[in-house]
């Protein structure tokens, strides 16, 4: 794999910093004109295909590969200490089984209306998760990852933020059950907003969003920071604060109006812009019209991710031509897109931009 170059993500980084500073003073009402330098790429949970999860070295290698904005998913710790972990079910993603001193934390939790068997974030200390290591969550999909299991820490925030500061890189925090943290006496708006604040950042212009697939959780910010919030969307369901009826009703014009309301942007399932190979919908021109950006997710290079004519062969695990599936969205019109892939985003970008600047 082709690592960019300090210099290059350099660049890339004082062009995204310019067209930051000039945007508007509110977070949720900048003019499309004057969006940050598009489209970017968010290395979703780092480069999460090729280094476990939500860990240091997955956060590292996805800025090495170019990435604009890292992206660590929030959960509180029974300290109220936000660390990185895709859910606040932390078996399959860290060693905890394998520690007999935890054994008696295992229990059985209903969140957003799931139950869970495990182990979980807010039953442990800081000091207690920086004793376990992190390991793989797709063993059997991405088995070369398997070696990294025991190597990492599970981060926090705190880290997290003093990695992108160091390599001036953004960052794209989401919020991971709101509501049922604050139902157990941790609620995560105002703690979230502190901690930003004092890494310096609470303006739009700065090279930070926060996103939820939460509705409440994401007013509530609005009403906090002036940072830019990202109203996250599945192809199916709806928010689990029971804040909207449906997914599918926010998409709606009127749906994506309201939306427009308290936040700068929507990160739609990539199925609800274009499902496989069918024909797109007509989200994205949606959207804009009412001024929202779409940073769609997740693009995968696996098979089993892919649409049928972009697979290449028929190992669900092998890649095939993620390339050209970002393409096709970046030339729908999409503003970024969440890939755990960085260095192929990066590339597919930086291709397509070349295509549209050649004469004609």
């Known amino acids: 794999m082709r690592l960019f170059t300090r210099s290059f993500r350099k660049r890339n980084v004082v062009a995204l910093l310019a067209a930051l500073a000039s945007a508007s003073a509110s977070a949720q009402t900048v003019p499309m004109s004057q969006a940050l330098t598009s489209p970017i790429v968010i290395a979703h949970r780092g480069a999460s295909g090729l280094r476990p999860e939500h860990t240091i070295a997955s956060y590292t290698l996805a ?19 936000f660390v990185c972990r895709h859910e606040n079910d932390i078996t399959g993603t860290t060693d905890v089984a394998k520690h007999p001193e935890f054994a008696a934390r295992r229990t059985e939790k209903v969140i957003d209306g799931q139950k869970h068997v495990g182990w979980f974030t807010e039953d442990f200390t800081l000091a207690e998760l920086k004793t376990l290591r992190a390991v793989e969550r797709l063993p059997k999909l991405r088995p070369d990852n398997v070696k990294y299991d025991g190597q990492f820490e599970v981060p926090t925030l705190a880290e997290v933020i003093a990695l992108a500061k160091k390599h001036h890189v953004g960052i794209y925090p989401e919020t991971k059950h709101p509501s049922y943290f604050a139902k157990i006496g941790h609620p995560m708006e105002a703690r979230l907003v502190a901690e930003l604040k004092a890494a310096g950042w609470s303006k739009p212009s700065d090279p930070v969003f926060i996103q939820s697939f939460e509705v409440d959780n994401l007013k509530r910010l609005h009403g906090m920071t002036g940072l830019r919030l990202i109203q996250l969307m599945d192809a199916g369901g709806a928010p689990p604060d029971g804040a909207a009826p449906s997914y599918a009703a926010m998409t709606t014009p009127a749906g994506l109006k309201a939306v427009a309301a308290y936040a700068y942007g929507i990160g739609p399932n990539k199925d609800m812009i274009q499902k496989g190979d069918d024909a797109p919908s007509t989200l994205v021109a949606d959207a804009h019209a009412v001024g929202l950006r779409l940073h769609p997710w997740t693009f995968r290079a696996e098979n089993m991710f892919l649409p049928p004519s972009l697979r290449t062969g028929t190992d669900p695990a092998a890649h095939g031509q993620l390339s050209a599936e970002i393409t096709r969205f970046l030339d729908l019109g999409v503003d970024g897109f969440f890939t755990d892939f960085a260095y192929i985003g990066v590339e597919a970008r930086a291709a397509w931009r070349a295509k549209a600047k050649a004469p004609r």
């Open 63 to 81: 800025i090495e590969q170019g990435a604009d904005f890292i992206e660590p998913d929030l959960v509180l710790t029974k300290d109220d200490v």
